[in-house]
């Protein structure tokens, strides 16, 4: 009886772990691609970050500027003043491990010269976006490079009195420049701001470059920032916002930025992957 009930727990496991792939060459098939914020584990040094990625079984990571390096790199971080040898040793780890670097971000700059470094340094990185949060200013430039390097801006939407706290707002300042340029959709964000973030992903049809993907706790009185929460568990309904990105036949990064229980949130994640690939199973 025993060995017969251990046969069929193995049974089980690998029906559930079948599932798991299924959903996600399902997801990966439509163009949807899961990816790590790194800085869900800004706690740790980039080297950390990358086997964590990896453990989570990811093949993309959205890196934030200033994240440390660790390792032989020690307190180095990474941004767009790393020197070639290095971008090409922190490429090199990443691959090792089966991890594409697509993006960095949220970043920002005062001045043109540090927008054009940018952009060489996502070049050279192979990098497919910068998320960041320009200046209304610079948008002449930051469109011209774009066209130049060929790489998209995913435009972040912190909450007020952030310039892009709303999709009106970001479309203002884009809507008839370069098809590169778009949003980096934080639906936390738009919520914990009284916005309704499927209606938000709907404004922005066609603009959206990729997301920072969550979901969020319940308000509370009391407490200051609604915290995020395992997908499929908050109040951000999770098949609700892929069933209007499947309307809008988007292709892209789901980043994953996990704001809580910092100190151990692999589990966590874990289980935010396994109900975003049962979603997109029954969606897809």
Same mark, same amino acid.
């Given at each position: 009886m025993?060995?017969r009930?251990?046969k &069929?727990?193995?049974?089980?496991i690998?029906c559930?772990?079948? %599932?798991?792939? +299924?959903a996600q060459?399902?997801?990966?098939?439509?163009?949807?691609r899961?990816?790590?914020?790194s800085?869900s584990?800004?706690k740790f040094?980039l080297t950390?970050a990358?086997d964590?990625?990896?453990e989570?079984? &990811?093949?993309y990571?959205?890196i934030?500027? *200033?994240?440390? &390096?660790g390792?032989?790199w020690g307190?180095?971080? %990474?941004? +767009?003043?790393?020197?070639?040898?290095?971008?090409k040793?922190?490429k090199e780890l990443a691959?090792?491990? *089966?991890?594409k670097?697509?993006?960095?971000?949220v970043?920002?700059f005062?001045n043109?010269?540090d927008?054009?470094?940018? %952009?060489?340094?996502?070049s050279?990185m192979g990098?497919? %976006?910068?998320?960041?949060?320009?200046?209304?200013?610079h948008?002449d430039l930051i469109e011209k490079?774009?066209k130049?390097?060929?790489? @998209?801006i995913s435009?972040h939407?912190?909450? +007020?009195?952030?310039?892009?706290?709303?999709?009106?707002?970001?479309?203002n300042?884009?809507?008839?420049?370069s098809?590169?340029?778009g949003?980096?959709a934080d639906?936390?964000?738009w919520?914990?701001?009284?916005?309704?973030?499927?209606?938000?992903?709907?404004?922005?049809k *066609?603009?959206?470059?990729?997301?920072h993907?969550?979901?969020?706790?319940?308000k509370?009185?009391?407490?200051?920032?609604q915290?995020?929460?395992i997908?499929?568990?908050?109040?951000?309904d999770i @098949?609700?916002?892929?069933?209007?990105? @499947?309307? +809008?036949?988007f292709k892209?990064?789901?980043?994953i930025e996990y704001?809580?229980?910092?100190?151990?949130s692999?589990?966590?994640?874990k289980?935010c992957?396994y109900n975003f690939?049962q979603?997109?199973?029954?969606?897809l």
């Amino acid at each position: 009886m025993t060995k017969r009930l251990f046969k &069929l727990t193995i049974v089980f496991i690998c029906c559930l772990m079948a %599932f798991s792939i +299924q959903a996600q060459n399902k997801a990966e098939k439509n163009g949807w691609r899961l990816a790590m914020q790194s800085y869900s584990f800004h706690k740790f040094p980039l080297t950390e970050a990358l086997d964590k990625t990896q453990e989570l079984g &990811l093949k993309y990571i959205e890196i934030y500027p *200033g994240h440390r &390096l660790g390792g032989k790199w020690g307190d180095r971080v %990474f941004d +767009q003043n790393l020197d070639a040898q290095t971008q090409k040793e922190i490429k090199e780890l990443a691959a090792s491990k *089966g991890i594409k670097i697509v993006g960095s971000g949220v970043c920002g700059f005062d001045n043109e010269s540090d927008w054009e470094k940018m %952009f060489q340094f996502a070049s050279s990185m192979g990098l497919e %976006f910068i998320s960041c949060e320009p200046a209304l200013k610079h948008w002449d430039l930051i469109e011209k490079l774009a066209k130049q390097y060929n790489i @998209k801006i995913s435009v972040h939407n912190h909450p +007020q009195p952030s310039t892009y706290c709303t999709p009106e707002n970001l479309l203002n300042a884009i809507s008839k420049r370069s098809k590169l340029l778009g949003s980096c959709a934080d639906v936390g964000h738009w919520r914990r701001d009284g916005l309704d973030q499927i209606d938000c992903l709907r404004q922005l049809k *066609g603009r959206i470059v990729s997301l920072h993907f969550k979901d969020i706790a319940p308000k509370t009185e009391g407490e200051k920032e609604q915290h995020d929460v395992i997908w499929g568990t908050g109040i951000l309904d999770i @098949k609700g916002m892929l069933k209007e990105l @499947k309307r +809008q036949k988007f292709k892209g990064v789901f980043s994953i930025e996990y704001e809580y229980n910092w100190d151990n949130s692999v589990p966590d994640i874990k289980q935010c992957i396994y109900n975003f690939n049962q979603a997109a199973n029954e969606i897809l």
